[in-house]
């Protein structure tokens, strides 16, 4: 038997209706074993390091959604993160290699299904990126827009919640591909926060525009002020009334990759949408993914991005926070606009 410590995890205390709150969620202290118990065969244990802080985690807090597995309630939820492995009964995995992945918002995580996890081969760059631009919302992005959207040089390019992870990752993809392209983001109205992520939509990321959509009070007149000739290609990551506009400002044989919809996951009666009558006529390809079913392509997306990286043609932005007693705090905070770029929760340094 190993050594036992002490193992902070945050767990979910009850369903979720509406918007996740804080209160859903409380940190609880248990012990582990800093030993794969035996018997316990193609296993790893895990220090965590950074934690993953995502937009889908509140759709598992919620019960009703029979296409997603909800989290049990007393039990750690999940997520992606990056670790240390301490111990390994897997033969593809060793004691102190740095692995990404689905683990557990913990300090310590027992992976009884190390598939769900990838080796870090390239420690030159900071861990956290493998949160981001080198994980989960790297792929998203990469998988989304070219594998889905097919750009062509010259086309117009709309990114919506274009400040956070994966919108930040479209925007600049889009420039390398020579695109005219414009991002919205938000905070609460004329706030700092908004005017910071607008400013770096433009000036860090290099959005040829950007806008506070918060500001706008009717979003078809703002589409038409920035695309007076229409959107060839629209990364879709808020839903409702934007996604209405956006289809009724959509040239002829548009593409729509419907990365995720953020403005229907914290209510409790998803809103309907006008103008689908457009898909038809104006021949719009709309279609949704997930990333977890492209992985086998990630070799590919490290291939492209790698070099972007490390020639600093391409920049990354995070919004890091200290300690797991921050992580309830930064889950509710990525729907009221309160982080800027990708949101990490740092649990221990290596």
């Not at 390091?49 to 989290?71: A, C, G, Q, R, V």
């Not at 913990?106 to 631009?133: A, C, M, Q, R, W």
């Amino acid at each position: 038997m190993g050594e036992e410590i002490s193992n902070k995890q945050v767990i979910l205390n009850n369903y979720v209706k509406a918007y996740v709150k804080e209160s859903d969620m409380s940190l609880r202290t248990s012990k582990i074993q800093l030993k794969i118990p035996s018997g316990c065969d193609d296993a790893v244990l895990l220090k965590n390091l950074y934690l993953s802080i995502d937009p889908f985690i509140p759709k598992h807090m919620k019960k009703e959604e029979n296409y997603i597995t909800p989290y049990k309630l007393n039990s750690p939820i999940f997520g992606y993160g990056v670790s240390k492995v301490l111990d390994s009964s897997h033969p593809n995995f060793k004691m102190g290699e740095l692995v990404w992945g689905f683990i557990y918002l913990e300090e310590y995580s027992l992976i009884k299904d190390p598939n769900v996890l990838f080796k870090v081969h390239d420690k030159d760059l900071p861990l956290s990126y493998y949160t981001g631009i080198l994980g989960m919302p790297g792929m998203t992005a990469y998988v989304g827009f070219f594998e889905f959207c097919s750009p062509k040089k010259g086309e117009t390019v709309y990114v919506s919640a274009a400040s956070g992870a994966i919108g930040q990752l479209v925007g600049q993809f889009a420039k390398n591909a020579g695109c005219y392209v414009v991002g919205s983001a938000g905070s609460k109205e004329k706030s700092v926060v908004a005017l910071m992520k607008v400013d770096l939509l433009k000036n860090k990321f290099g959005f040829d525009e950007a806008f506070n959509y918060k500001e706008e009070q009717d979003y078809n007149a703002a589409l038409k002020r920035y695309f007076p000739d229409g959107i060839d290609i629209y990364f879709e990551n808020v839903g409702g009334k934007m996604l209405e506009a956006v289809l009724s400002n959509m040239r002829l044989y548009g593409r729509v990759a419907v990365c995720g919809m953020i403005s229907q996951y914290n209510i409790e009666q998803h809103e309907g949408v006008h103008n689908l009558l457009y898909i038809l006529t104006k021949r719009i390809r709309m279609e949704g993914y997930y990333v977890t079913d492209h992985y086998h392509i990630y070799p590919k997306y490290l291939e492209m991005v790698m070099p972007l990286i490390k020639e600093e043609k391409i920049a990354y932005v995070e919004d890091i926070v200290e300690g797991i007693e921050s992580v309830p705090g930064a889950i509710v905070g990525l729907f009221s606009g309160r982080n800027v770029g990708k949101q990490v929760v740092v649990v221990a340094r290596e």
